[in-house]
């Protein structure tokens, strides 16, 4: 399979001086859902952020090595970061739906983008709640306010909202955390669907939910990529023995 | 399309973050043109003649000492009146009142907020100042009392909201815990809350304090505007020119360069730095507090 | 020994709450007499004539027309001059302001421009606008004045608005690849409206109330006609309150109270559509 995204030895520095990652490489395949865990502060959400350049909105002072996707790095400065975030897409730990109705929701990205032609969008919104596997649930309520759905129809929304860009690349940050276990199934099976368009870059809210869901898995500890391979193997017979630790429950 | 955009957001940038710096170049403008067209008089007065104690520019004699005091008279008259009872409503609100009571005495303490000071001067003329003059059995009830009176009721809005602020950002947790220790609430808002809520408390009193020196229209009607020096307590009840008045009743009617308008604007000058120097410090004691409240925190 | 401290514990906290009681009814019965006495005094003298006249006879005599529309106009052209720049000001504080020395003096600019006595922004109007830039006595030169002096109350209720709105959306619209500008302006903007609306009320019903600033930078005694051009100065209402209560002679106190009433109307009534807009939305709030 081929690589999507090539990191190669990133380091990252907050403008208070706190190194948050720590010379990391990594090859994101394609096609697959890629799995970043481990303890809390250890560097997971701070690289998703860098995948898009959410990251240009704090402070960070320093930031070395490179990223590449589709062979073209994009910390460089000369980067287009409006279409990079139009084609490397988002879902936030808590669903934040926007203070308008559910269409509303889905057509925001596509509107900022310039796009105005009402079938384009109908389509759009159509085609990525489908996606997102809430179409059913909410086919006849489009044009109600999105706050109105519950936490898990929300996060799906969220999903949906970023689909309808027509993405490359999908990030999402403990996407479930908040949710009961039946939404969580929801969310991970449209997972499943996804990666056959998609890449898919997950930071999942417990082991459990990371064995479930990697195709590749990363451990992260304290910004360190402490290892990194096929789900099967980190999960069953990984070679650190600080993986091993932190996959059968001895911290974290 | 991407080229419009950006051409678009980088001017509206540009737009917002000088309208952001246009307060500073006002509050720089308003002071250069008090300088501008204050400074003069400091060549063209003697400084003796300015420090004496006689005001009368028909004849020259550009004496502020009478117009100062007058001032102090009536604000130290009207923070007597609105420290105590705006403090005091501030707690009422904040510690004591049942919610319904604190949703009519809010939007009303707002509301005189919002009263123009001409009204409140206008009955000050009719109603309160024949009141003042038969009950204390004075020859005219224009004195540096009724002006204090209204005065006082003008800053109360002001030591109210700042200070039920402040009331209100104490935690509930310091409350608890002093009830917790067996205190009975009026121990608590006396020993806790308000001591917790010091610095607010400090700045309503300040805040207050500069809107009461700086409010023209209402003493201007009431004080009878005599400029003679106020520093007995018996001046309080005679009346009394302050700074604001003088320059609100003189201006209309000087030579524009005139000494006297050089004068008047000198005055305006004193006052701008009055309120410059009671708005700065309280503005540090918010700071300074916020800071503390901070290092706590983390 | 114990139960007698317990009483006197308890009788001090009740005398305590009963003199705190009183003090807040001293401060709020005064109000709602002003208003109620300025009402039964003022309303008989409130007919057609009286709102859509001229003032004859040394003005005791006829209505307050040109007032009337002064301080309409005056209030109109304070809100040309003081909305947009006030608003700008609040996103730029709310949503571009580094955390530096220098936001912090352009709020240390703002807590002042708020405390300067309004008869120094007299002062400054009459020795920027009507001499320096030769506006003359003038609504223009008056409005100006007004506006500056608006402006602290609009940018600090503005910017209080617009911080409310949860950072979140702003940070989802930046991830959906809007700029900082498409987010404001199609998320935080709508969303903080209701709350930057009131401010601008506020703040306008404090200039349409005042007196002092435009006294020698638009304000005139008498005009015998309307004001047709910025350039012309115009009669206001609490300027003629002012002038009807201590510069006229013999005035009937039915014109005077009359007065006060419509001023008093005019200012309460932005007062009333403020506090209800607010309330409005509060209740419609999403987030």
């Not at chain 1, 908040?178 to 368009?197: F, H």
């Not at chain 2, 007058?70 to 609105?82: C, F, H, R, Y």
């Not at chain 2, 309503?204 to 009878?224: D, F, N, P, Q, S």
């Not at chain 2, 308008?261 to 410059?276: D, K, N, R």
């Amino acid at each position: 399979m081929a690589d999507k995204i090539i990191i190669e030895n990133l380091s990252l520095t907050y403008a208070d001086g706190v190194e948050s990652l720590r010379n990391i490489s990594l090859n994101v395949p394609e096609n697959a859902v890629s799995v970043l865990f481990g303890p809390a502060g250890g560097g997971k959400s701070t690289l998703l952020r860098c995948l898009n350049r959410l990251n240009d909105l704090t402070e960070v002072r320093a930031s070395v090595g490179r990223i590449l996707i589709d062979g073209e790095n994009i910390l460089d400065p000369k980067t287009d970061v409006i279409a990079l975030r139009r084609k490397v897409g988002m879902v936030f730990a808590r669903p934040v739906v926007l203070p308008m109705s559910i269409r509303q929701n889905l057509t925001y990205g596509l509107e900022l983008a310039g796009e105005n032609r009402k079938s384009r969008l109908d389509e759009a919104v159509e085609r990525s709640l489908k996606l997102a596997a809430i179409w059913d649930e909410i086919k006849d309520r489009l044009d109600d306010p999105a706050i109105a759905l519950s936490g898990g129809q929300q996060q799906r929304v969220c999903l949906a909202r970023v689909l309808a860009l027509q993405p490359e690349i999908i990030l999402l940050d403990e996407p479930t955390s908040g949710l009961d276990p039946i939404s969580t199934g929801k969310v991970e099976s449209a997972l499943q669907e996804l990666k056959k368009e998609y890449t898919v870059i997950l930071v999942p809210h417990s082991v459990q939910q990371a064995a479930r869901t990697a195709d590749y898995a990363a451990f992260f500890l304290q910004g360190e990529l402490v290892e990194y391979g096929e789900g099967k193997t980190i999960f069953t017979t990984p070679r650190e023995k600080r993986t091993e630790d932190y996959v059968t429950g001895r911290f974290g | 399309m991407e080229k419009t955009l950006n051409w678009r957001e980088f001017l509206i940038t540009r737009l917002v973050r000088a309208s952001g710096y246009s307060a500073i170049v006002f509050v720089a403008l308003i002071f250069f043109f008090l300088l501008r067209e204050g400074l003069p008089t400091l060549g063209e007065v003697p400084i003796s003649t300015l420090l004496s104690l006689r005001w009368y520019p028909i004849e020259n004699y550009f004496g502020i000492l009478p117009l100062v005091t007058g001032s102090i008279m009536v604000t130290l008259g009207a923070t007597m009146v609105a420290v105590p009872f705006g403090i005091g409503t501030a707690v009422y609100i904040s510690e004591i009142a049942p919610r319904w009571m604190r949703e009519i005495l809010k939007p009303l303490v707002e509301l005189l907020g919002g009263l123009p000071s001409v009204v409140l001067g206008f009955l000050g003329i009719l109603v309160l100042s024949p009141f003042v003059r038969t009950l204390l059995d004075l020859p005219t009830g224009l004195t540096a009392l009724t002006g204090s009176l209204l005065l006082g009721g003008i800053a109360v809005p002001t030591v109210v909201s700042i200070a039920e602020d402040a009331l209100d950002s104490v935690p509930r947790s310091y409350r608890e815990g002093a009830w917790a220790l067996g205190a009975t609430r009026w121990q608590t808002i006396w020993r806790v809350t308000l001591p917790a809520a010091k610095s607010g408390v400090l700045t309503a009193i300040m805040l207050g304090v500069g809107r009461a020196i700086g409010e023209t229209m209402t003493v201007m009607m009431v004080t009878g505007n005599a400029p003679v020096l106020a520093v007995t307590p018996g001046s309080l009840f005679s009346p009394v020119r302050t700074m604001t008045a003088t320059i609100a009743a003189e201006m209309g009617e000087v030579a524009n360069g005139s000494i006297h308008y050089h004068t008047l604007f000198f005055i305006g000058m004193v006052l701008f730095i009055i309120s410059l120097a009671v708005n700065v410090a309280a503005s540090s004691v918010v700071f300074r507090s916020k800071q503390r409240a901070e290092r706590v925190l983390s | 020994m114990m139960r007698r401290l317990r009483l006197n514990r308890h009788l001090t906290e009740r005398l305590g709450f009963i003199s705190l009681t009183l003090m807040a009814v001293v401060t709020v019965v005064p109000i709602v007499a002003v208003v109620i006495y300025i009402l039964s005094q003022g309303l008989p003298a409130i007919s057609w004539e009286f709102l859509a006249d001229f003032p004859r006879d040394g003005m005791r005599v006829g209505g307050i027309l040109p007032a009337i529309v002064g301080t309409f106009y005056l209030t109109i052209g304070t809100a040309v001059f003081s909305v947009p720049l006030g608003i700008a000001a609040a996103i730029y504080l709310s949503e571009y302001a580094p955390d530096n020395a220098l936001t912090r003096l352009i709020r240390i600019a703002i807590i002042n421009l708020a405390g300067i006595p309004s008869v120094v922004y007299g002062l400054f109007g009459l020795g920027l606008f009507v001499l320096f830039l030769q506006f003359g006595t003038s609504i223009l030169a008056a409005s100006l004045t007004l506006s500056i002096m608006t402006l602290p109350v609009i940018i600090s209720t503005a910017e209080e608005a617009l911080r409310a709105v949860p950072q979140p959306f702003r940070t989802v619209s930046v991830s959906l690849g809007g700029t900082r500008w498409q987010g404001i302006q199609r998320i935080v903007l709508p969303q903080a409206l209701p709350g930057i609306l009131t401010g601008v009320i506020l703040g306008l019903e404090r200039a349409a109330g005042e007196t002092a600033p435009i006294l020698f930078t638009g304000a005139a005694f008498f005009l015998p006609r309307l004001p047709n051009s910025p350039f012309d100065a115009t009669m206001a209402l609490p300027y003629h309150l002012f002038v009807i209560s201590t510069q006229v002679p013999e005035m009937p106190p039915q014109i005077q109270y009359g007065t006060a009433l419509v001023l008093l109307v005019f200012v309460l009534g932005m007062n009333l559509v403020a506090t209800t807009i607010r309330s409005r939305a509060r209740a419609r709030r999403q987030w």
